[in-house]
């Protein structure tokens, strides 16, 4: 079945929780304060769009296409992009709570996160390769054979990072943050 193609909309203050959202290939499409909480846009593509103070928070994203899209200050609790198509994946995350979001076994090379919250992130198996966490927050979130190299976390703080289960090579750090790579060892680091 062909999908619908739906270009160069936007979509504003949509509550897509009561009205249904086609579906369809969205392209340089712009959502606007949509809610799209709790729904079932499996098999969606989204391509070249942007999703600006939207509420996407439990979205079922199976086999969901994501190819340079842009989410600006949205909700995205508990999104588990990991189940998405990763097939030319980009994405980029600014000022964004993604608390319990998943990236497992995700490719995100030179991704920017931007002021998220990624409390509670899963990042297993995530190939993050020259992604650039700028002032973003990481409690509990896990990293679990990710590769960080040549990553940028200078800015961020709070997470716990075992460089014998990661690959961190040429990551950057600040003196500051440095501690999240000593968490295993449990000593203590003064100022």
């Known amino acids: ?12 203050g949509i509550n897509f929780t009561q009205e249904s959202l086609r579906k369809g290939e969205y ?13 079932h846009i499996s098999n969606f593509d989204f391509v070249e769009c942007e999703f600006e103070d939207c509420n996407l928070s439990n979205v079922k994203i ?13 909700k995205l609790l508990g999104v588990n992009f990991g189940e998405c198509n990763p ?8 000022d964004c709570f993604l608390h319990l979001a998943g990236f497992y076994k995700l490719k ?5 996160f931007k002021n ?21 927050e990481f409690i509990s979130a896990v990293f679990e054979r990710t590769v960080l190299e040549k990553v940028d976390l ?12 990661n ?18 060892y449990n000593i203590e680091i003064e100022n």
């Open 167 to 184: 690959r961190i090579k040429k990551a950057r750090f600040s003196l500051s943050n440095i501690r999240g790579l000593l968490d295993k």
């Open 1 to 12: 079945m062909i999908k619908p193609i739906i270009e160069e909309e936007e979509f504003n």
């Open 154 to 165: 200078r800015t961020s703080q709070n997470f716990s990072i075992d460089p014998e289960l």
């Open 108 to 112: 995100m090379k030179g991704t920017k």
């Open 87 to 94: 097939f030319l994946f980009s994405v980029s995350f600014d």
């Open 116 to 136: 998220c919250n990624l409390k509670e992130a899963d990042f297993t198996e995530t190939d993050l390769t020259s992604a650039v966490f700028d002032n973003c």
């Open 27 to 39: 392209e340089g499409c712009t959502f606007t304060n949509c809610d799209f909480s709790n729904l």
């Open 62 to 74: 199976s086999n969901t296409a994501f190819k340079q899209v842009k989410f600006s200050n949205c």
